[in-house]
């Protein structure tokens, strides 16, 4: 299968539109439609629905992508392979994070790698929805939390330290709690990525290292990290977060930490990549500079 055919085909499935492929690759329009074309005539297959407006991909192009960008990125290392000098990374590279992680760790630092590596684009999602890495197309993704996908490479990069905090407002309305009893005259702020799940408490980690939690009374259930931070600041509970995510508000005085002796447990940060044989070079230098900024902020795992 012609592998030139395969990246435009991956390009106007990416787009979903001929003529952005087209532009892309400094092709017509008309040649990119013809090799499109050509590829479902060999296939036997539709792989795009057309109309005057708009172009999708139908479940026999989403099997063929999915595929394809394997096949395509394995052609562009073996020609790697066979070069004298080592050639320049170069690509696009599809990576979801956390919207904190990215925008408070990674990001203020993506200059320099971008600047090592000019011929990389990367598009990056920042979202608390979960993903699916392999049908959605992407080259890795950082997870917050344990695990949940199974037939996945996981690379560990480290845990995340957490804390409890409130308002100013808040403290001065309900009281400081000094010890775990207090908590009962307190209310939570609930984070749940799926609304109407099953009610959390304070968590904390007992003598031993053994989690624990207490239950506690909520007036809000938010899905989004943003929100859960500015209902914390506006004084409707306490929350307990990543201190990455807090430092700024506690150090402008928004939010103040309480019962340090009573964090939750650090959460586990984890790389995920599908499973290939040879996983392509932009892939892999990126997930190294990942591993490496991490390192800066994540206590080792135990």
């Known amino acids: 299968m012609d592998i030139a055919a395969l990246r435009i ?8 539109s001929f003529t ?17 074309q050509q590829l479902e005539a060999e296939l036997g297959t539709r792989l795009l629905q057309r109309t005057t407006r708009s172009v999708r991909v139908t479940p026999d192009g989403e099997l063929l992508a999915e595929r394809a960008q394997a096949l395509v990125a394995e052609a562009d290392e073996l020609q790697a392979l066979f070069q004298h000098q080592p050639a320049a990374l170069r690509g696009r590279l599809r990576v979801d994070m956390p919207g904190q992680l990215s925008s408070q760790l990674l ?28 049908h959605e197309g992407f080259d890795c ?11 996945l490479v996981a690379r560990p990069l480290g845990q995340l330290p957490q804390i409890n905090v409130a308002s100013p407002a808040y403290l001065k309305a309900f009281g400081t709690p000094r010890t775990l009893a207090d908590l ?34 909520a007036v809000l259930t938010v899905n989004n990290t943003l929100a859960y931070e500015m209902a914390c600041v ?15 508000l506690i150090e402008a005085g928004q939010l103040v930490q309480v019962l340090p002796d009573h964090r939750p447990a650090p959460l586990p ?33 135990q």
């Open 9 to 16: 085909y991956l390009l106007v499935a990416e787009t979903a």
């Open 20 to 36: 952005r492929a087209a532009e892309r690759l400094g092709l017509t329009r008309a040649r990119v439609s013809a090799v499109v």
């Open 234 to 248: 506006a004084g409707l509970g306490l929350i307990q977060a990543p201190e990455l995510g807090l430092r700024a």
């Open 184 to 217: 009962a005259a307190h209310r939570l702020v609930r984070y749940s990525p799926t609304l109407g799940g099953a009610a959390t408490g304070w968590e904390y980690v007992a003598q031993g290292g053994e989690p624990k939690e207490v239950p506690m009374a």
């Open 141 to 151: 993704v950082v997870r917050i939390g344990p695990l949940r996908e199974s037939g």
């Open 269 to 301: 940060v984890t790389l995920l990549y599908a499973h290939r044989r040879q996983v392509a070079r932009r892939v892999q230098a990126f997930m190294d500079w990942v591993a490496g900024v991490m390192g800066e902020v994540l206590l080792t795992a």
């Open 107 to 134: 990001i203020p630092r993506l200059p320099g790698f971008l600047a090592a590596h000019p011929q990389i684009e990367i598009e990056l999602s920042s979202t608390d929805r979960r993903v699916d890495l392999v």
